[in-house]
């Protein structure tokens, strides 16, 4: 097959959506299937098209910017003239241009499909709020011109203001999650490059980003320091120059002055770099306080290398905790939810141990990329018969 997929930001940009594209793109051209990404040149100095993974990546120059969203002139032009040489548009969503590429794939005859990631709930503020309209109106137009939606989980479905909307139209697939066991030697590098000692350590993986209520993981410390006095914190993931987030990282740099010798900036880590990561930290915690966070495929990346998870309470990202059991739920935006449930945790580690085919079996990648293949190629059929 011939798969079109079209997303706002690929890489260089390191985020959860872009790193399931970015799988599912590989997995699909590891298994034959021809793939062309469509994204923004956010940046740029990135080229117009290269060849990443496989998968052919097409970027639409973005003279202009928004807050966090590149401007694209020509993008519709392009979605068309790349729909046709495509079997199926499958877009990902939020995107602001959505809509058009699904008009630019019915147009060309195709079926148009979506994933949707998670709702869009930018920072306070007019222009803000007028955005997140305009991109629900624009995601709205979309469900009404596709064929099929993918959600992460039922859950996730069933509380999205879009998705009750579309409700015949979806169908659940798990997300594509890889992630290597580390070694020994790499824990035991990782612990000596960022001066991490014997007393327990805690982790974020994400960007610095307001939703992901990074403050409440800190404002949690005072008293788990009070009971773990040796206790560490690593965050790894974009931390400097996070588009539309200058502002908190300023917050976050303020509340953090009482603990600098305790938090470790560690950057963005790939491959075996974050799988020693994840070996080297107690517990993954997963603070988001919004939908905007949808499900946290690092959550299952740090149960794969043995390590649980402290997740707040919101719809998707608490499936992978309710799933395995492999950790606990605290309240959303509540510090000291967050700081029992981490002592619950750190406390009694073997409670919250599964092994790591327990995970796989769970969370299954070769059936993931199976589900899609079927779903691609019964929509295909349905437009075919049509």
């Not at 580390?182 to 490059?193: D, L, M």
């Not at 790939?270 to 959550?299: H, P, W």
Request: hydrophobic letters at 40%.
């Amino acid at each position: 097959m011939r798969v079109l997929m079209s997303l706002t930001y690929y890489r260089p940009n390191v985020s959860g959506l872009t790193i399931y594209v970015e799988r599912l793109a590989a997995k699909l051209v590891e298994r034959g299937h021809q793939v062309t990404v469509l994204a923004a040149q956010h940046d740029p100095t990135l080229p117009v098209e290269e060849v990443i993974d496989g998968a052919t990546v097409v970027r639409v120059p973005a003279p202009v910017s928004v807050g966090k969203a590149p401007l694209m002139p020509r993008f519709a032009d392009t979605a068309y003239r790349l729909a046709k040489n495509h079997d199926i548009v499958h877009l990902h969503l939020p995107q602001l241009e959505a809509s058009l590429a699904a008009g630019a794939g019915k147009k060309a005859g195709k079926p148009v499909m979506f994933t949707y990631h998670c709702d869009l709930q930018l920072p306070a503020g007019l222009i803000n709020r007028a955005f997140d309209a305009g991109v629900y109106a624009a995601n709205y137009t979309t469900g009404t011109l596709s064929n099929g939606i993918v959600a992460y989980t039922q859950d996730y479905a069933d509380h999205s203001p879009l998705l009750r909307q579309f409700r015949e139209k979806i169908t659940v697939i798990k997300p594509p999650v890889i992630q290597d066991p580390p070694t020994a030697e790499e824990i035991a590098a990782f612990k000596e490059r960022f001066g991490l000692g014997n007393g327990p350590v805690l982790g974020f993986a994400s960007r610095l980003a307001t939703e992901k209520g990074i403050e409440y993981g800190i404002q949690a410390l005072p008293s788990l320091i009070e009971r773990f006095p040796d206790i560490q914190v690593v965050f790894a993931g974009p931390y400097q120059n996070v588009v539309g987030e200058a502002e908190y990282r300023d917050r976050i740099e303020e509340l953090l002055r009482p603990y600098q010798d305790r938090w470790v900036f560690a950057g963005t880590l790939k491959g075996r770099e974050l799988g020693a990561f994840y070996g080297a930290i107690d517990l993954l915690l997963m603070t988001s306080i919004n939908s905007t966070e949808s499900f946290g495929l690092v959550q299952v990346e740090a149960m794969l290398c043995g390590t649980p998870v402290v997740a707040t309470n919101l719809p998707g990202v608490r499936q992978s905790v309710t799933m395995t059991g492999m950790g606990e739920i605290a309240h959303i935006a509540n510090s000291v939810s967050l700081a029992e449930k981490i002592e619950k945790v750190l406390s009694d580690p073997q409670a919250y141990f599964r092994s790591r085919q327990e995970i796989e079996a769970i969370f299954d990648l070769d059936q993931t990329i199976a589900d899609y293949e079927s779903l691609y190629r019964h929509l295909i059929a349905e437009k075919g018969s049509s």
